[in-house]
DNA sequence: TACAAAAAATGACTGCGGTCGATTTTATTC
DNA sequence: GAATAAAATCGACCGCAGTCATTTTTTGTA
């Protein structure tokens, strides 16, 4: 029977995955060698490579399993009739403390989310679109709210705070946030802009008119 | 007489970065070793390190010089009186197609510039201010014409386009625009989103109020 | 159970980024 | 110009990510 290879390798793939969420938990993402993921993981380290095709995809893999028990949690939230921004920066702020709980650890996740490599290209967007799906209810009750636009196209409408959140992100890398709340107010600030605009209030005709594009 | 030493230290890493101007260029970033780079320089590989903390540090102050030829070219833009929408969408759309005039050499760049190492960050930095230090001007004229809310704290202003920017090429690299038209849709659209705002109009009472933070 | 074919595991090996102590070059002082 | 201090250069060396020819294990078949 071929099922008991199956789970083999099921189990071996479980180990590295195991023994990478220990050593890049404790000794960082950067200070663990492969070599030491293989150890710990009772392999050979040619081995991890007939299962990871990358370091960092590894460490993707080991990402993708959390964040998608943290949306689980998050689409509770999602849930309820709070007001949009606040749900917003409730999710984003959830994800940001949860991707930077280590410096490391949140830099090469995000590197290789926004721009990925050949390689890590197909992972990374599954990653993005399971946060999209998160947000596609929650902006629809909020378009019948009338907290948002009904014409607006809703993945867009995600891009829209989605960068501002990445931006949000950098400059907290960059050294330009250091604590919790700077980033709490920087994200709260852009999304009210967003939600009102740059521009000053017109009169609905002279009000730009929003593109429709596949 | 010590400025003897000072002028061959000069010339030592303008060699370095015309090496490296040549080989990133023909052979790219990834596939270029920094021992090739040091005799490609007529030095040694160590004397590399001490001019440059890191392989991609190389790669940044090529870069930032021809970042800043980059942005006088475009200052001159920025200088007439064309609506803001068309200015930024020309300006970023510069940027966008110098930064990936070749993909890996982008990728390294956006990824030092927006998730930056302790080792780079300041370096960053800079690079990031000389960008923004381009886009006040234009965002006063903005505000006396009308284009742009008179109480914006442009700073922000700035990070917001900046970020849509950034989403935008973001997308490009996890390959969901293909052509350099569909970049330019993109962007053109989410300025105008930006800018004529996410909620519905609403009577000048009911907006939402802009914050005002350092 | 014996045997062959396919799949999986392995660790020696390669190439690279970055380090460091030894060596050479340059500046300074008498 | 000799002696000494300081700065700059160097390449052998280290640790690590990723490869690959070889070995070991599993599966299907008679």
Chains 1, 2 share one sequence.
């Not at 380290?45 to 299962?51: H, N, P, Q, V």
């Not at 197909?122 to 998160?134: A, P, T």
């Not at 740059?198 to 596949?214: G, K, M, R």
């Amino acid at each position: 029977m071929s099922g008991v290879r199956e789970e083999k390798k099921r189990q071996t793939r479980k180990a590295i995955l195991e023994a990478a969420m220990t050593l890049f938990g404790t000794r960082g993402y950067e200070k663990t060698s492969v070599e030491q993921l293989a150890k710990a993981a009772g392999i050979g380290k040619g081995t991890i490579y007939s299962y990871f095709q990358t370091k960092s995809e590894i460490f993707l893999a080991l990402c993708e399993d959390e964040l998608d028990f943290l949306h689980k949690e998050m689409s509770k939230k999602a849930n309820n009739e709070t007001p949009l921004l606040e749900t917003l920066v409730d999710i984003f702020m959830t994800e940001f403390r949860y991707v930077t709980r280590n410096r490391d650890f949140g830099r090469v996740f995000l590197r290789e989310l926004v721009f990925p490599t050949e390689l890590t290209v197909e992972r990374s967007k599954e990653i993005d679109n399971r946060f999209i799906e998160l947000f596609i209810p929650l902006f629809q009750k909020a378009q019948k709210r009338g907290e948002l636009r009904a014409d607006l196209e809703l993945l867009f409408a995600f891009g829209h705070f989605y960068s501002l959140y990445l931006l949000t992100i950098s400059a907290w890398y960059c050294g330009r946030l250091l604590e919790d709340a700077d980033v709490l107010m920087l994200l709260r600030m852009l999304f009210k802009q967003a939600l009102s605009g740059l521009a000053p209030v017109l009169s609905p005709s002279q009000q730009l008119p929003t593109n429709h594009e596949s």
